[in-house]
């Protein structure tokens, strides 16, 4: 099993050309079942929630229902006087209490003075005690959040954002969920491209609205995908970000056909766009989604390669500038892939290499911050290592990533015990176990496969999915062979 693998990093949209934030609308029944579980988890600091509505009715909703459950559970329930800012972070307030603080009422300026503080407070804030702090404001949020108290949110526990599914894309949501790393077992998916809002006109808008049906109709309907987008290629203006955004959609109806060298053209175009647009964060997201999509569907990889080389150096000359922690994810994210690239090129040091230099990036970030992300990304840097020295033949080397690896997975899931810590604990024991029976020692493998394999049952029993359901039956057949004796 290979090791998992990363999205872009979070970004942030603004008038400066900042990275945009990258934002899908989700439903309030859905954005409560996530916020349910923080609200809930037995962590040993306070969690940092940012959480974006739509309308004040959602907002209203998500509040109440978290005062309820906090009721039931016994925790204090507080709501924060947003034109007291002294008393947000209060030593008095009860370590576990659940404090909603709604910024909804505050002018543009407030707010951003809010974040300040709440960005100089941030260790006092998170060392409260088990508790939570929900911070909820409008659409604004995320982006003023990323730009003007970018050490709060690169320590947030959870971010969302809430309104109607249904309703037609704006341009600074587009076709996107909060990019997280992949955990390497991903299937077809659409890609997560966001537009900051200083981009925004009227034409891009409508386009985005056109490429979310296309998106839409391609898992079921891949002729009625290609029929859209080719009336969407025909309406887009001649912009370079509506150029490249319709020709990553073109990709996606031909990897869906099967067509290898239709998918290069069309990211070739794509590539050739993107690299007209200032050398700024956003041509550095736009730059991973374009080789993350020729990766995923087939392209070739002499021109995924191409792709990868010019987002790591965009990202490289970004953290040169900047040296953030944003940036620095960044551009362990771009070295991942151009490790990935190489390592399916066969080019095993150079992929070495490039895994090597990230890992020595995600160490730096998470002894800085010790948050759970930068815990995952860690212990997937670590899963990579693993896999070029398993290839190389150093089967001690690829141990002691592996079982650092491991060990961080196990207390993540320890910790949040949510399905996507399942999984990436699973494929950590699965590493473990290949190098376990490669070294002979049966029983451990097998110990380790089969606990791998409890995880991901309980992950099928939790999600239901046919691609958790396939997950379990590649355990399952894995252990069926280890007990008749084929590798």
Request: proline share 4%; glycine share 6%.
């Amino acid at each position: 099993m290979t090791a998992s693998g990363r999205g872009a990093a979070e970004e942030t949209g603004s008038d400066s050309g900042a990275r945009p934030v990258a934002l899908v609308l989700d439903d309030v029944d859905s954005s409560w079942t996530q916020l349910r579980w923080w609200l809930e988890a037995p962590l040993h600091q306070t969690a940092v929630v940012f959480l974006s509505f739509q309308s004040g009715n959602e907002e209203r909703i998500l509040r109440e229902r978290s005062r309820f459950l906090s009721a039931r559970t016994g925790r204090p329930f507080i709501e924060a006087d947003p034109h007291a800012p002294n008393t947000w972070t209060d030593a008095t307030l009860p370590p576990d209490a659940v404090i909603w603080l709604s910024l909804l009422s505050l002018t543009g300026q407030e707010a951003i003075h809010g974040l300040h503080r709440l960005n100089h407070q941030r260790t006092q804030l998170t060392i409260r005690g088990p508790g939570c702090f929900v911070i909820s404001d409008g659409m604004r949020l995320p982006a003023i959040a990323m730009r003007e108290a970018a050490d709060l949110w690169s320590i947030r526990t959870f971010s969302g954002i809430i309104g109607v599914r249904e309703s037609p894309l704006e341009t600074d949501r587009s076709l996107n969920s909060e990019a997280t790393r992949d955990d390497g077992r991903a299937t077809w998916a659409p890609p997560r491209l966001v537009v900051p809002t200083s981009l925004g006109t009227d034409s891009l808008k409508h386009l985005l609205r056109d490429l979310d049906l296309v998106y839409r109709a391609l898992p079921h309907d891949p002729d009625r995908a290609a029929a859209r987008v080719a009336k969407a290629r025909e309406t887009a203006d001649e912009s370079p970000v509506a150029t490249a955004l319709v020709a990553i959609a073109e990709a996606f109806v031909d990897g869906a056909r099967g067509d290898g060298d239709a998918v290069s053209e069309a990211v070739s175009r794509s590539l050739a766009a993107a690299l007209t647009l200032p050398a700024d964060r956003f041509r550095s997201l736009l730059l991973g989604e374009i080789g993350s999509a020729s990766m995923r569907l087939g392209g070739q990889l002499s021109v995924t390669a191409e792709v990868a080389s010019h987002e790591l150096q965009t990202d490289r000359a970004l953290h040169k500038q900047q040296h953030t922690p944003e940036t620095a994810r960044d551009l362990s994210i771009s070295l991942e892939r151009v490790g990935n690239i190489a390592q399916a090129q066969g080019h095993l040091d150079q992929a070495l290499d490039n895994y090597q230099q990230s890992l020595n990036i995600a160490r730096d970030l998470h002894e800085q911050q010790h948050t759970p992300e930068t815990a995952r990304d860690l212990s997937i840097s670590l899963n990579k290592v693993g896999d070029i020295a398993q290839a190389q033949g150093h089967l001690g080397q690829a141990l002691d990533n592996y079982q650092q690896s491991l060990n961080i997975a196990r207390d993540l899931h320890e910790q949040q015990h949510t399905p996507q810590t399942a999984r990436d604990l699973s494929i950590s024991l699965d590493n473990v176990g290949d190098i376990a029976q490669a070294q002979g020692h049966l029983d451990q493998a097998r110990a380790a496969i089969t606990e791998a394999a409890e995880l991901l049952a309980a992950v099928d029993e939790t999600l239901g999915t046919p691609e958790s359901h396939s997950e379990l039956q590649d355990a399952i057949s894995r252990l069926d062979n280890m007990a008749r004796g084929v590798n």
